[in-house]
C-alpha cells in the first residue's frame, strides 16, 4: 500500500487561503468517504481537522474546509493565520481493514 | 477529559523487540464505540499507520509491518500495549498511541508520542 500523494509545501499569506491536496486511488479515497486531516505542530502530536472527508470535530475553527472528489481529497484553510503553520497529514481507508496516510505537506504562511 | 501516555524503553538494540505501553487516563478503554491504536513517525518523515486494537482483543495491522507486530490489550490496567520484533534502525521512530472513533474512522486523540531510537 503506497502512501497517498501530498504535495510538500505549500505557502500563504496572512489572510489568504490555500489548499492541500492529498491524492489517492481508487482503492482508497476513491472507494470510501473515509478521509481524514491532521495537523501538526513541531514535536506536538497530530490533532484531528476534518474526519469522513469534509466534517469538521468540534472546536475546530471553520477556516478549515475539507472537500473530496473521485481519487483525490482536499484541505483548504481560508483566512490564513500564523498559528496555522503546520504540518498537515490526510489519511484514508484502504480497504481490508488497512489504512495509508499521506505523506505530509509542511504549510509556511509567510 | 480523555488523556493517552506512552511509556517504555527509549533505546532498543538491533535484532531486539521493542516494547511501548499506552494507558489511558480519564476515560474506560472498554468502549464500544473506539478501536486503540499505534502509529509512527521516523525522525523528519511522515506518519505510518502501525495496528489497532478493540478492547475485545480484535486485531488489525499494517501488512507491510504484520509479521513483525502485536498489540495487546489489559482492560484491568486501562491500557494497551505494541510489541516490534526484530528491529533495525529503520524502526527509530516517534511512536504516537491514539483513540480511533469507530464511527467516523479518524484517531481523535493522540498521545504526547515516545522517541524510541533503534541502536547498539
Known amino acids: 500500500q503506497s502512501a497517498l500523494t501530498q504535495p510538500a509545501s505549500v505557502s500563504g499569506s496572512p489572510g489568504q487561503s490555500i489548499t492541500i491536496s492529498c491524492t489517492g486511488t481508487?482503492?482508497?479515497?476513491?472507494?470510501?468517504?473515509?478521509v481524514s486531516w491532521y495537523q501538526q505542530h513541531p514535536g506536538k502530536a497530530p490533532k484531528l481537522m476534518i474526519y469522513e472527508a469534509s466534517t469538521r470535530p468540534s472546536g475546530v475553527s471553520d477556516r478549515f474546509s475539507g472537500s473530496k472528489s473521485g481519487n483525490t481529497a482536499s484541505l483548504t484553510i481560508s483566512g490564513l493565520q500564523a498559528d496555522d503553520e503546520a504540518d498537515y497529514y490526510c489519511?484514508?481507508?484502504?480497504?481490508?481493514?488497512?489504512?495509508?496516510f499521506g505523506g505530509g505537506t509542511k504549510l509556511t504562511v509567510l | 477529559q480523555l488523556q493517552l501516555q506512552e511509556s517504555g524503553p527509549g533505546l532498543v538494540k538491533p535484532s531486539e523487540t521493542l516494547s511501548l505501553t499506552c494507558t489511558v487516563s480519564?476515560?474506560?478503554?472498554?468502549?464500544?464505540?473506539?478501536?486503540w491504536g499505534w502509529i509512527r513517525q521516523p525522525p523528519g518523515k511522515g506518519l505510518e499507520w502501525i495496528g489497532i486494537?478493540?478492547?475485545?482483543?480484535?486485531?488489525y495491522y499494517n501488512p507491510s509491518l504484520k509479521s513483525r507486530v502485536t498489540i495487546s490489550v489489559d482492560t484491568s490496567k486501562n491500557e494497551f500495549s505494541l510489541k516490534l520484533s526484530s528491529v533495525t534502525a529503520a524502526d527509530t521512530a516517534v511512536f504516537y498511541c491514539?483513540?480511533?472513533?469507530?464511527?467516523?474512522?479518524?484517531?481523535?486523540?493522540w498521545g504526547q508520542g515516545t522517541m524510541v531510537t533503534v541502536s547498539s
Open positions: 486494537i478493540y478492547y475485545s482483543g480484535g486485531t
Open positions: 480519564g476515560g474506560s478503554i472498554s468502549s464500544s464505540s473506539y478501536y
Open positions: 481508487s482503492s482508497d479515497v476513491g472507494s470510501y468517504n473515509l
Open positions: 491514539a483513540r480511533r472513533i469507530t464511527a467516523v474512522d479518524a484517531f481523535d486523540i
Open positions: 489519511c484514508s481507508y484502504a480497504g481490508s481493514n488497512n489504512w495509508v
